[in-house]
């Protein structure tokens, strides 16, 4: 516990311990009060405090406005801003996520419900309500915030705007949140240094957040987060094509039976007792879906059943094509150790095939390449 405690350059910031959304809510808040005019004067925080409110509404930029009011936990919003621009309020909601993501439509409802509160009120001046989703971990999909029409704000974003900043002013909260923040954007960036199995969880997602850019250029598509098991569990991207490319069909005695080809890089976490330590191990693997019908456990017959289809023979007649003919499968993929038996089911399997950020990537591409003709020929 101390030799850690010593290591820790940052172990007297108060954000090493305050690492709850409630408490990134609170300094929002404090950040924004700062654009009060009747703020305390500090004119590094009293100038980054509407640079940020112009960061949130792209409108305020090079007009004259007004903080008028901060509140947390409003109506379920973890903070509401109110301002005055030229005769208009705003009301400003800032959805603040740090590891977690939004849930249940609730960006959505959260406009609605405000709109509707206020849309009897002060109707000479007029009421705009907008969003902000400022997110300082990582997340795959936006898409459910650009639906809800929110300004997405990173953590990037955030630190850039910060930085000139924490150079004026003595103020040790702004400092320390710069300090935390920054620290963490660092160990992001060491993937691009270290060797992959040096990585930590943020090299890994800071790895998965660049390629996922990259890849999706193509007519790739990419996901990637935390997936969960007995073993340990492990750090996933999930790369297949685009516009259902990805679909195959599998006849199951005379069923015919649809099915996604995919494939995931992964980086599982094994324990390593020796050492007392949590260590990653990188894999590819080539992943089947069968996407017919609701699954169900067929304990009987110790076998997993799909509305009448079984999901092993499907299975073994995908391992059959691709392992029955070299020239399908020419470089990567070796049969799993194991077999599923579920709707998710791995079909081949590469192990701690890249040392580096840039021999990973290089070697992605090739298993992408690789990928498409394995698709292509299993269709015929």
């Not at 705009?128 to 997405?152: C, H, M, N, R």
């Not at 060491?190 to 990585?199: A, E, G, I």
């Not at 099915?259 to 990653?280: D, G, K, P, Q």
């Amino acid at each position: 516990m101390y030799e850690n405690f010593a290591k820790n350059e940052l172990k007297n910031n108060l954000f090493e311990y305050a690492t709850s959304e409630l408490s990134q809510d609170a300094f929002i808040c404090w950040l924004a009060s700062y654009a009060h005019e009747e703020a305390e004067k500090d004119e590094a925080l009293n100038e980054c405090a509407k640079k940020m409110l112009e960061m949130f509404v792209k409108e305020f930029e090079g007009k004259n406005f007004k903080l008028l009011n901060v509140e947390r936990q409003v109506d379920n919003v973890d903070v509401l801003l109110t301002v005055d621009c030229e005769g208009i309020i705003y009301k400003i909601i800032v959805e603040d996520k740090t590891y977690t993501s939004e849930h249940d439509n609730q960006l959505k409802k959260y406009k609605v419900d405000l709109e509707d509160k206020y849309k009897d009120k002060d109707k000479d001046k007029g009421i705009k309500v907008k969003g902000v989703y400022y997110k300082t971990g990582f997340q795959s999909d936006l898409s459910s915030v650009d639906e809800a029409e929110y300004q997405p704000i990173g953590r990037e974003e955030m630190l850039k705007l910060m930085q000139p900043y924490a150079k004026k002013t003595n103020n040790q909260i702004f400092i320390s949140y710069y300090n935390y923040w920054n620290s963490k954007q660092k160990l992001v960036e060491t993937f691009k240094t270290l060797p992959v199995v040096d990585w930590s969880w943020w090299a890994v997602y800071g790895f998965y957040d660049y390629l996922k850019e990259k890849l999706e250029k193509s007519d790739m598509v990419c996901w990637y987060g935390d997936v969960s098991n007995p073993a340990g569990g492990f750090e996933c991207l999930a790369i297949w094509l685009n516009n259902d490319q990805d679909k195959i069909i599998v006849k199951d005695t005379a069923k015919e039976v649809p099915c996604s080809v995919y494939f995931h890089l992964e980086f599982h976490r094994i324990y390593n007792a020796e050492r007392n330590i949590w260590e990653r191990r990188l894999q590819s693997s080539l992943k089947l879906q069968i996407c017919a019908g609701k699954e169900y456990k067929n304990y009987g017959k110790k076998e997993i059943v799909n509305d009448g289809i079984n999901i092993q023979n499907v299975r073994e007649k995908v391992l059959e094509k691709l392992y029955s003919n070299k020239n399908l499968n020419k470089h990567y993929f070796e049969k799993p150790k194991r077999n599923g038996n579920g709707r998710h089911i791995t079909v081949g399997v590469i192990e701690d095939f890249a040392e580096d950020a840039e021999s990973l990537e290089k070697k992605t591409y090739e298993i992408v390449k690789d990928y498409k003709e394995i698709l292509e020929k299993l269709k015929n």
